[in-house]
């Protein structure tokens, strides 16, 4: 079946039915692995970019037995995480390339696991035009690649092409992973699919977010694109911290990986300055980001994508994934997207969920990318499953095989339909607009920055305290919280959550770190003996730039059951553990009426 054709023929089918013919067929086999040096042409690091530069990449080559010039192969392109190397991948290459005749190349990406240059944070100028011309080697161009041990590697000719100098290849990766994929299909074509797993769709909003948004705003994540957002502090210091040790440990391989700014690129060291000085991100650095991101040139991505995101993840949410979705899916790219439970914030997957390594085939995940890879790569006649799946951690599930029992599938997102609930006075919350009291909260940043909520420090837990054990805290006086009547019944939640309300403070709301006005909206479940759950510990920075009007918000995504006779409270708290805070104390009041009321949106579906 020719290419342009598999484009467009993907079938949405419930999970349940998902039997892939890659599963079914896998058969132990051989493969050979030759680790290589490759080199690649990128933008020099200099403030105006211009002239070029050569980078040293360090990747593994997997060749299946049974791949040669008479029985040519699909491959596989992969890379790491934030701070791996090529070895992070070599379960799934072995996987791919012994069981399922993929050949694979696994390669540590600029400035990681025995790669030169420096870190761009997946920017295409760099991580993508690297990418692209490791395609080119797979296509048969010599000149890129030489053994260890200085020489020439010779055109691979044992790979599918699709037409000259056009290799049939597909990516998967996760995190800095996951968005290196999005950066080479920008600047090459040839790339034929990609399997993004919890990785961003605008830096910006993952490292500073605002959570205020335009009503009917769909095309960004981030509400206010140019406009700062709340720092999260830990996330931004930890990233900081790992590349100055690849950097560190790296100028072995390539020595002016320490020159001005440790193994960061010129662009990028005002972030990680901004970082380590707990300041607001300025503009310049806000822009690099934005150069980074899908989320500024989505509009270059038309190959099949199969999204897999984290409901455990306070660093790339949701939000992320369901914003590249609804973009791809506006433009006609074909796409599905799978809400899964693990991310950065708890990565272990359920049993039945996930594996990379030679158990993948008995996940629900695995089958879904072997499918996928099967589907686009190979042109089997495979189904690709539904378009929407999500985890469910409130079914129950006998921990044996493929969990197609916690997965709830759609043929669309968003899906369900939306609750409303109204604040009422200063502490309640009802289901109808006529039970609504008018009424005020008042709370303040009492100690100015220091944090007097606590929601999750994840990136740091285990060697600090608090740790994930600890609950959720809000002080007295810091926040405002209106909570509702114990439930009838059972309500599932699976999407997005809105809160719309009002503010006014006498201070000014001038974005500066001494002044901007930020809030923190949250929903916890509040168990019958007054226990709060903070689904998956997540919380909305919001930056409130003018008090005139609503402040309309758009939460992290969740999945989760509000049991019955548990209660639903919002709240509003004026500072955050993972958060920059504002230096200044910040008097706010929240009021609500039957007029103007501040309203909670609950996304529920009926499983």
């Avoid at 058969?27 to 530069?53: C, H, M, R, W």
């Avoid at 990406?109 to 991580?127: A, R, V």
């Avoid at 999500?390 to 043929?411: E, L, M, N, W």
């Amino acid at each position: 079946m020719p290419r342009k054709l598999l484009l467009l023929c993907a079938a949405a089918v419930s999970a349940a039915s998902i039997v892939s013919p890659a599963a079914a067929s896998a058969k132990p086999a051989t493969y050979s692995v030759t680790t290589l040096d490759f080199y690649v042409t990128v933008p020099n690091e200099t403030p105006d970019g211009i002239g070029t530069q050569t980078c040293l990449i360090l990747g593994d080559l997997y060749k299946p037995a049974s791949a040669s010039p008479s029985h040519r192969v699909p491959v596989i392109l992969t890379t790491n995480g934030f701070g791996g190397s090529k070895n992070d991948q070599a379960s799934l290459a072995k996987l791919a390339a012994g069981n399922y005749g993929y050949g694979v190349l696994s390669y540590s990406g600029l400035g990681f696991g025995g790669s030169g240059c420096k870190i761009s944070l997946d920017d295409p100028s760099y991580d993508g035009r690297a990418g692209s011309q490791l395609i080119s080697f797979l296509g048969g161009k010599t000149g890129i690649a030489r053994t260890l041990s200085g020489n020439p590697y010779p055109a691979v000719n044992w790979i599918v092409h699709d037409g000259p100098d056009d290799p049939r290849v597909g990516m998967i990766g996760g995190s800095y992973g996951g968005g290196i994929q999005f950066a080479v299909a920008k600047v090459d074509p040839r790339l034929d699919t990609i399997v993004p797993i919890i990785t961003w769709n605008d830096l910006r909003y993952s490292l500073a977010p605002n959570n205020a948004h335009h009503p009917g705003q769909v095309t960004t994540v981030a509400g206010d694109p140019d406009t700062p957002g709340t720092q999260k502090l830990e996330w931004s210091l930890l990233l900081f911290a790992d590349g100055l040790v690849d950097g560190l440990t790296g100028v072995r391989v390539d020595p002016t990986r320490d020159a001005a700014c440790i193994d960061y690129l010129f662009d990028v060291c005002p972030f990680a300055v901004e970082s380590s000085a707990n300041a607001v991100f300025t503009q310049g650095v806000l822009h690099f980001l934005a150069h980074a991101s899908v989320g500024t040139y989505v509009n270059k991505i038309r190959i099949p994508t199969l999204l897999m995101q984290g409901q455990g993840d306070t660093l790339f949410n949701l939000r992320e994934a369901a914003t590249t979705f609804r973009e791809l899916r506006k433009q006609g790219t074909p796409v599905k997207m799978i809400w899964q439970s693990w991310g950065h914030s708890d990565s272990s997957p359920a049993p039945g969920e996930w594996s990379q390594g030679a158990d993948m085939a008995n996940t629900y995940e695995g089958q879904r990318v072997l499918a996928w890879f099967a589907h686009y790569l190979k042109g089997e006649d495979v189904s690709t499953g539904p378009t929407f799946a999500y985890y469910r951690d409130y079914i129950p599930f006998h921990g044996v095989g493929p969990d197609t029992v916690q997965f709830a599938t759609a043929s669309h997102f968003p899906v369900g339909h939306v609750k409303t609930f109204f604040a009422s006075g200063g502490s309640s919350l009802v289901t109808a607009r006529s039970e609504v009291r008018t009424g005020a909260g008042a709370y303040s940043n009492l100690a100015g920055p220091a944090p007097l909520s606590y929601s999750e420090i994840s990136e740091v837990q285990g060697s600090a305290l608090p740790d994930s054990s600890t609950p959720p805290k809000d002080t007295p006086g810091s926040y405002v919280g209106w909570i509702g009547a114990p439930l009838p019944h059972q309500l599932d939640v699976a999407g997005i959550p809105a809160v719309k309300l009002r503010v006014q403070t006498p201070v000014s709301l001038d974005a500066t770190a001494a002044t901007e006005l930020q809030l923190f909206v949250k929903v916890y479940d509040v168990a019958p003996n007054g226990d709060l759950t903070l689904v998956h510990r997540l919380v909305a920075p919001v930056r409130v730039q003018d008090d005139s009007g609503a402040v309309h918000v758009l939460l992290p995504g969740i999945v989760h059951r509000f049991p019955k006779g548990h209660r639903i409270e919002l709240a509003i708290a004026a500072t955050d553990t993972a958060y920059r805070n504002a230096d200044l104390v910040q008097p706010v009041y929240i009021s609500t009426s039957k007029a103007r009321p501040v309203t909670l949106k609950l996304p529920l579906v009926r499983d």
